[in-house]
């Protein structure tokens, strides 16, 4: 479950475009901020996607990408031309493809790779998807089967592309557009695949081409409706909407951070889904928001705003630019197992914590995680057109004042008393002993 956004030019506060997403994956699904380099194949080469290989292309742009530590693919990524794309679990009454094949993050991660405009991008998921078709599982630790949809922008552009299977819709964004797990393409598509409405008729979806409507006829009811999608898209979309003409980085990041109820505490249901996800007991709560990203896509130096780290509630979005992303230190890679050595798992110490008691512990460090925060969008906004030694250097500063912040942040929050309820303690002691997290307390 995740929530994707795009604020493009002419809905913003200084006429440039941002990009928003929380990854929502399992708890113990390590996720990493990863860099790749521009490369140049063979005529031959193949490349080995998560499941299946196929033909490489001849160059690959650098990307940076924010990918679950055990797939090929990624859930957010941006690449050197400021191309940006999310994408979002979406569930039909067709069946999900269980044969494996590209999943939802592969195709994002070759679209980053092969394609400079949102039009490349969306032409490439396409030309895969026709190709090559979507499936296999998705989940970790879990069976989780799915479509995929994406939000595709630069600076000047911006597209939502919805798929079933191998067919497809899509939309270009004017002002501001959101989607998370359900389909958001009614009737209003600028493109759309030569077979989209004739399935829907053959398997009796919608009962003739003149009534099609992609959403209704598509959706599927059981996952449309526990995930939520429908209730957090309302909540991102219209939270942008009421901003419109002055959004900035900072709005996007807030709309991350989002918890309904201003006296959250992410024990007290198991079927409540907020855009800022927390885990707890059942199927329904099972994943927690584990990667946030923003981007200010500024034509020529497009700043990343990323945590590294699971719930934008307790954590802090960082700068990064693309011509020295290679030079982030994020530790060991994470895997499904706490290390200590992890960027992301040293925050999970702090995040696992934090709900043992989630309004008086937040209350220990939020105005600090809120004055930090400021400091570093400031501070990247002054660099913007600095050196790149100055850029990198600003970089690996606030990661490392980030760090040592949390550790200041941890101690604090254990002088507070936890306060557990039953099904939230078996879910997070579960969760905590598969990855071997011994001292959350």
């Known amino acids: 479950m995740c929530d994707t956004l795009i604020a493009t030019k002419s809905a913003t506060a200084n006429g440039v475009a ?26 031959n080469a193949s490349v080995k996607c998560t499941y299946i290989e196929i033909p490489q292309t001849r160059h690959t742009h650098a990307v940076l990408l924010s990918k679950p530590f055990w797939m090929w693919g990624a859930e957010i990524g941006v690449n050197e031309h400021g191309l940006v794309i999310g994408n979002e679990a979406v569930f039909s009454k067709i069946p999900a493809n269980k044969k494996p094949a590209l999943i939802g993050m592969d195709l994002l991660r070759a679209a980053l790779e092969r394609a400079v405009t949102p039009g490349e991008a969306m032409q490439v998921i396409i030309d895969l998807l026709e190709e090559f078709g979507q499936g296999g599982n998705c989940g970790h630790d879990k069976e989780l089967y799915y479509h995929n949809s994406f939000i595709i922008a630069n600076h000047e552009d911006a597209w939502v592309l919805e ?12 002002d501001t557009y959101s989607i998370s797990n359900c389909f958001t393409l009614g009737t209003q598509y600028d493109k759309a695949s030569a077979n989209l409405v004739q399935l829907a008729e053959k398997k009796g979806l919608t009962k ?4 099609f409507d992609l959403a209704k006829d598509y959706s599927d009811f059981l996952f449309t409706t526990f995930g939520k ?12 909407d009421d901003q419109k003409g002055n959004i900035t980085a900072e709005a996007m990041m807030n709309i991350l951070r989002d918890h309904k109820d201003p006296n959250f505490n992410p024990q007290n249901s198991i079927t409540d889904l907020d855009v800022c996800m927390h885990s707890s007991f059942g199927p329904i709560r099972g994943d927690q928001s584990t990667a946030s990203m923003v981007v200010y896509m500024d034509k020529d130096n497009p700043i990343i705003f990323a945590t590294g780290t699971s ?9 990064i630019w693309m011509n020295s992303a ?18 992301f798992w040293t925050h999970e110490n702090l995040h696992r914590a934090t709900t043992l008691n989630y309004a008086e512990r937040i209350k220990t460090y939020a105005a ?5 925060e400021k400091k570093f969008i400031q501070g990247a906004f002054k660099l913007n057109n600095a050196s790149f030694k100055e850029r990198a250097d600003f970089t690996a500063k606030c990661f490392r004042e980030t760090a040592q912040a949390e550790a200041e942040w941890l101690k604090r929050v254990e002088k507070i008393p936890a306060r557990k309820k039953f099904l939230y303690s078996i879910a997070s002691n579960k969760f905590n002993k598969r990855a071997k997290m011994l001292d959350v307390k």
């Open 208 to 211: 003739s081409a003149g009534t």
């Open 229 to 240: 999608g429908r209730i957090r898209r309302e909540t991102t979309f219209c939270k942008m």
């Open 18 to 43: 941002v990009f928003a997403k929380n990854s929502d994956r399992h708890p113990n699904e390590g996720q990493a901020l990863k860099f790749f380099p521009a490369r140049d194949y063979g005529a």
């Open 326 to 343: 290679f030079l982030l230190d994020l530790g060991v890679d994470p895997t499904g197992v706490y290390d200590p050595t992890s960027v």
């Open 163 to 174: 798929t079933v299977d191998k067919q497809w819709a899509a939309r270009q964004i004017k």
């Open 368 to 372: 600090d995680r809120d004055e930090l």
């Open 311 to 319: 719930a934008p509630c307790t954590s802090i979005f960082k700068p």
